[in-house]
């Protein structure tokens, strides 16, 4: 098993991305800490992994929420080996029209609280770690309307440059993952939660027709690659964004849409 004896701590690990990826991590040998705002789903996800998962139900953006994360964390958990900064979330931000607030609150869910997980993990944190973040190819479409979140996304990539200079010393290894479109609940939340079955369908046959292998990618393949980034597979790997998108990104003339 590739994580063996290891522990790791996933945010936003009650769904999604972040679950799948604790599925595999405790499949991998690992003991696993989850965090979660809804406590129902992060009671059903605890409930599945047991008895090698932990749950906390934190909201990351707030300090006090982080404190009292970090301080269980250290009394009933230990140490950590891996860190999965994976919480976040979407929204639409289109020039001209956006309120402030609006734009502000997804700055600070997806960079603040991304950096300040990690920056409260690092004391916890054994040398030779490994820390991932959740990006998104937002960070190279330039897709209207999502201003903030390709913005949080790119700062993340920069910032985990960063981060990994500021770790070297220890031999901490810092990656981001981006993925493309992926089977999670994000894609019914917020502006498209009360799109009907046929919007939902439309939706879903266009964004598989823009992606070189025709589909949209599932939470346990991208829960593989957060894996890879994980272990000792990508020992030698420091500092990059590994891009999940099915080809979105790099062959975007192979998709179904623009085959002619």
Known sequence: MKLAGKKALITGGNSGIGLATARLFVAEGAE?????????????????LRPNARGYRADVTAAEDRKQLFSAL???????????????ISGRTVTGATDEAIFENIIYTNLNGAFFTVNSAVPLLNDNGSIIFNGSVHNHLGQSGM??????????VSMARAIAADLAPR?????????????????????????????????????SSSIALGRWGEPEELAKAVLFLASADS?????????VDGGMTGAPFGAPILRG
């Open 147 to 156: 201003a903030a979140y390709a913005a949080t996304k790119g700062g993340l």
């Open 171 to 207: 031999n901490i290894r810092v990656n981001v993952v981006a993925p493309g479109a992926t089977k999670t609940p994000i894609w019914k939340r917020g502006s498209r939660a009360n799109d009907t079955a046929e919007q939902s369908a439309k939706l879903a046959d266009f964004v």
């Open 32 to 48: 696993v800490a989850i965090t979660g705002r809804d406590q129902e789903t992060l009671k059903g996800a605890i409930t599945e």
């Open 74 to 88: 250290a009394k009933e958990f230990g140490n950590l080996d891996i860190v999965f900064a994976n919480a976040g």
């Open 235 to 243: 020992s030698y790997i420091n500092a990059i964004e590994l891009v």
